[in-house]
């Protein structure tokens, strides 16, 4: 494998980072590194154990657990979520995009799960932050980057959802991010238990991802990497310090951005979706039901607005970046407007330069590319039928 560690150390000695943890695997060779610092002062050296806000990496983790009560029969795709979620039973539409709020059409059909999962309930971003429909959903729901501890509780903020009017009809336009939102209250609902719970029950401990969740715990705020985004002058400015936003729980736990986890953490989740579902010999999903999720759902023949133009299209919570050889390339589903570099030095796969949540606009609906954690987290690769590496020895 190509040296990690100097292409993440270049990232630091640029300023853009200061410090970055990467793991890239292929077939049974796993390559971790860790260079520089977990904020500017450099007290704290990065390590494979810092814990990052994993911003949109918490939506392919959402999908799953949605696709877990389709696999118990509590909820299917082609059901409409007006029985769980009343608030958006009768949803309107404003009559064009552009149109003002109060400028409505009833909705031509329900929203179903399967919408929700694709992205096309007509809630989201589209590439116009400036359009009425979508300015609510920065001074209403706080959309945008992640502040926890400033977003209602789940009632509240369905209940602010449901006097925001649909950008698009049902079914019709691919908007991003909301969607895994309202997934995050529909598996709390259906489920009848907090979130957080229930993703901890069906999902992280099964995986042992012992290090992710919506808060850290005081415990573990030493290995917490602060936030910066780029100032005026070029510099880093602390936006969110590790006792900061993610050091208590969320009234409302975002299924959109809200987690910070590990390296090996989401490792271990991208082994479990590469293994068809399974971990170590436990069946947590069904390779149906994975399939479904990495499998583009978006690029047959229909209306342009339906699809977004990224490689090989998104799936469920994923998107499906094709295959180089005999391997299968998976990230999570975001925006277009993403900024990203990527580096190939002779390595089985792409080091992903990962911003914090750069895809996300802010209230004046202007992206801002300049948001970063205080490192790199890159998990790429693994041949789809291998042997898998062992674990390493996870703390509790």
């Not at 909820?75 to 958006?88: K, N, S």
């Not at 979508?134 to 001074?139: G, I």
Request: glycine content about 10%.
């Amino acid at each position: 494998m190509t040296d990690l560690h100097g292409v993440l150390a270049e990232y630091v000695r640029d300023g853009s980072v200061p410090g970055a943890v990467g793991l890239v695997a292929g077939g049974d060779r796993v390559e971790v590194a860790a260079a520089g610092h977990a904020d500017l002062d450099g007290t704290r050296p990065m390590a494979r154990d810092s814990i990052f806000r994993i911003a949109s990496a918490t939506k392919p983790i959402i999908a799953a657990a949605v696709m877990i009560l389709i696999e118990d029969g509590r909820i299917a795709l082609d059901e409409p979520v007006g029985h769980w979620l009343p608030e958006l039973s009768a949803p309107a539409v404003v009559r064009t995009p552009g149109a003002p709020l109060d400028d409505m059409v009833p909705a031509a059909r329900p929203i179903t799960v399967f919408d929700l999962l694709t992205f096309r309930s007509g809630y989201g971003f589209p590439s116009d932050f400036s359009l009425p429909a979508v300015q609510p959903l920065f001074s209403e729901l706080k959309q945008g980057p992640p502040q926890p501890q400033l977003v209602a509780a789940p009632q509240e903020w369905m209940a602010a959802l449901s006097r925001i009017p649909l950008l698009y009809q049902p079914g019709e336009a691919w908007l991003y991010n909301t969607c895994s939102d309202i997934q995050g209250v529909l598996i709390a609902r259906v489920a009848d238990r907090p979130l957080p719970e229930f993703l901890a029950e069906r999902l992280l401990e099964p995986l042992g991802m012992v290090d992710t969740g919506f808060f850290v715990p005081a415990g573990k705020l030493d290995r917490f990497t602060s936030y910066y985004r780029t100032d005026p002058a070029g510099g880093l400015q602390l936006v969110d310090a590790p006792n900061g936003q993610w050091s208590s729980p969320p009234a409302f736990p975002s299924g959109a951005g809200g987690l910070v986890s590990t390296v090996d953490d989401w490792y271990r989740f991208a082994r479990m979706l590469l293994a068809e579902g399974t971990v170590d010999g436990r069946r947590l999903l069904s390779p149906g039901s994975v399939r479904q999720m990495t499998t583009d759902q978006l690029t047959n023949p229909g209306p342009a607005r339906c699809q977004p133009a990224v490689p090989g299209g998104p799936g469920l919570g994923l998107r499906r970046l094709g295959r180089r050889g005999d391997h299968r390339r998976l990230e999570p589903a975001r925006s277009l407007r993403l900024d990203r570099r990527y580096r190939n030095r002779s390595a089985p796969d792409r080091i992903h330069r990962y911003r914090h949540h750069p895809a996300q606009p802010g209230p004046n609906g202007r992206t801002d590319r300049t948001r970063t954690d205080a490192g790199l987290l890159a998990v790429r690769g693994a041949r789809v039928k291998c042997r898998l590496p062992p674990l390493p020895h996870r703390r509790s």
